[in-house]
């Protein structure tokens, strides 16, 4: 977050000398000095609601610049990049100190974000109206790739990778064009899904998430003593080639099993892909060594079995277990699924609406 202000003040800095309310923002229908209020105006939004733990609703504030209120003077453009400073530094503070199981309201699209959400979309914003602002007063703005990428692989997973982050952002946003590729002009972000049970959270496993996790690092979780087990390094590495590909889906991926008791991670679970023409999905997934006997495969199961069969179209939910691992053959009978064939050495279960 600093990085992504310290970038946009150095930019824009060099400009504070023009009139921004006379120039427009690149293909904003604001001006350039209301877009820099905008950006402001979301950083502390942003903070405020991770601070606020606020679940339902942005906090009720807002920034004022044009020193309406308390007899203040309206602040010149040196000063909206210094209240850009102080409110993306109010952000990483509030992203630091939040703990990582937080998540506090934003609308879109599953109305919950997590303080790495609240980051990507917070650098998002900086980087693109900085960008805006920049095309406006006709000056060079070209941020490293790093930050760019941060938020790609955070809150676009269903963008693929482009020639470079920074190019696959502006196009992702409307704001560029990459070969091969329809112009866009209609976008969103996507934080990532959560859903709950009794004892756990079910937290879906963004596109960075996954290359840490299939790269051996932990995911930005804190694990169980044994460790993320080697079926959740797998499907770690098989979401990274569906994003390199760019048919990610976040809800039809994978999620790591949290217990909500101490937030540490037990395990992961995660459907194969999305939907099948015939409304069928297929569940694989595998416990930490030491949160085994616990039911909670069991649990997680029936929770992401009930979401998936909620969704329109869905008719089935299918599971393969080896015949010779008894322990998940019993994890699906008590889910609820059936066995449907052998074959090969492998049984098939299924679960339908």
Known sequence: MEEAVADCVAVLGAVTDRDWRQVRAGRLEWDCRRTVAHIASDLIAYAGQIAGRTQD?????EINL?????GMDPADNAGCLQVVTATGALLAAAVRTTPRAVRAFHPF??????REGFAAMGVAEVLLHTHDIAEGMGVAHTPRDELASFVLTRIFPHVKPGPTPWETLLWATGRGELPGREPVTRWHWTNNPVLRSERLLLEGVTPAAAAELALAGDGGHDWVD???????REGAGMLVKQYEEGVFDPEWAMYVLVRREDDRAVGAMGFHGAPDGDGGVEIGYDLSVDARGNGYATEALRTLSAWALDQDGVRKVGAVVDEGNVPSQKVVTRAGFTE??????????????
Do not use: M, N
């Open 109 to 114: 699209p599953f109305r919950h974000a997590s």
């Open 57 to 61: 609703a942005y906090t009720p504030f």
């Open 226 to 232: 044994s460790g993320p087990f080697e079926g959740t």
């Open 66 to 70: 044009d020193g309406r209120e308390g």
């Open 340 to 353: 449907v064939s052998r074959q090969e050495g492998q049984i098939s279960y299924e679960l339908r609406g």
